[in-house]
């Protein structure tokens, strides 16, 4: 049978997962979005791209939410983008507002999905979604860290003049300027990256990594990245479909491992058709340890205010 995945937000990212997904051959997908026609031009339009493209994905646009039933997994990407200057939190109340009139719908429709956040801030947003849809913690993760390895990746093959498909990379933590990008677990096949780079010109890749999301919306001006977040939902999209069980890092409730306890915060897990299956606890040392604390309390932060939201009160004012 064809499996189905939801896209809740029809903009840059929301419509280039669609594409992606369907391209790759995936599963159908359902287009939502809550600017009329936006879903449902986009859908036909990418309609239109599958004689061309040689793929028999069914794709629908909508408005409303009956479309998405029977979704094994529902992406979420609605929310505001970040505008220059702006910092992934100030987006939190008005995202947090928008996630609130959308999963309810997704709990009614798509009650056994597996929830996968993009909307910013990432890790907060997740916690959200989490808190909202009432789904075991299995089956809500964000999508950030994938992205930030991917940068880095990106970033090391360009300054190496090597194959991005050689490198491979971890970052983990929080998705923000707080990030943990591990020297250690980026390697060259196998090689760790240290043994071949400059520790300056190494720390100049991280750096770069750690602002990778402001670099592109410096140079777009109106908007952020969507490609590369597009490429790395559809990873993790293909994953849990196919149930390859890869390794990859996602944003998920952590219940005592790196020795965090309930926060929601990026670390490697094992993702296969129930969703995260395993959180894979490798050993830090004791700076990567901190460095994942630091960003942990960042988040934990973000999560009261979105406690504070729950609760009816007015967070970004009363929280200061
Ligand atoms: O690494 C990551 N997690 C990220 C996160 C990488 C890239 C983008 N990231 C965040 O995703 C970004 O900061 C935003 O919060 C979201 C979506 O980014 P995108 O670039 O796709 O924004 P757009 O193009 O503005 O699209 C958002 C769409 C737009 O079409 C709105 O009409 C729609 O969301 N929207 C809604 N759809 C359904 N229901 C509601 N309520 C709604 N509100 C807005």
Not at 6 to 14: D, E, F, K, L, T
Not at 226 to 233: L, Q, T
Request: with cysteine; net charge neutral.
């Amino acid at each position: 049978m064809r499996q189905k995945v939801a896209i809740i937000g029809a903009g840059n990212v929301g419509a280039t997962c669609a594409q992606r997904i369907l391209e790759r051959g995936l599963a159908d997908v359902a287009l939502v979005d809550v600017v009329e026609g936006l879903a449902q031009g986009k859908a036909l339009d990418l309609a239109e791209a599958a004689p061309l493209e040689g793929h028999d994905g069914f794709i629908s646009g909508s408005t409303t939410y009956e479309g998405i039933q029977g979704a094994a997994v529902v992406v979420v990407t609605a929310g505001l983008a970040r505008k220059p200057g702006m910092s992934r939190s100030d987006l939190l109340e008005a995202n947090a507002k928008i996630l609130q009139s959308i999963i309810p719908n997704v709990v009614r429709h798509a009650p056994e999905a597996i929830l996968l956040v993009v909307t910013n801030p990432l890790d907060p947003m997740t916690y959200l979604a989490w808190r909202l849809s009432g789904f075991p913690t299995e089956r809500v993760l964000g999508m950030a860290g994938v992205l930030d390895s991917a940068r880095l990746r990106a970033f090391a093959a360009q300054k190496l003049r090597l194959s991005v498909k050689d490198i491979q990379a971890l970052v983990l933590g929080g998705h923000g300027d707080s990030m943990v990008p591990l020297k250690r677990f980026t390697t060259v096949s196998g090689v760790p990256i240290a043994e071949l780079l400059s520790a300056s010109d190494l720390e100049a890749l991280i750096q770069r990594t750690r602002e990778g999301g402001a670099e592109v919306v410096k140079l777009l001006k109106t908007g952020s990245a969507f490609y590369a977040p597009a490429s790395s939902v559809a990873d993790m999209v293909q994953s849990i479909l196919r149930d390859e069980k890869r390794v990859l890092p996602a944003s998920v409730c952590l219940k005592g491992e790196y020795g965090l306890r309930d926060v929601f915060c990026g670390v490697p897990v094992r993702l296969g058709a129930r969703g995260v299956e395993q959180i894979l606890e490798i050993p830090l040392d004791p700076n990567e340890k901190a460095a994942l604390a630091a960003s942990a309390k960042g988040v934990r932060q973000d999560m009261d205010v979105v406690d504070a939201f729950l609760k009816g009160a007015d967070p970004v004012k009363k929280g200061g």
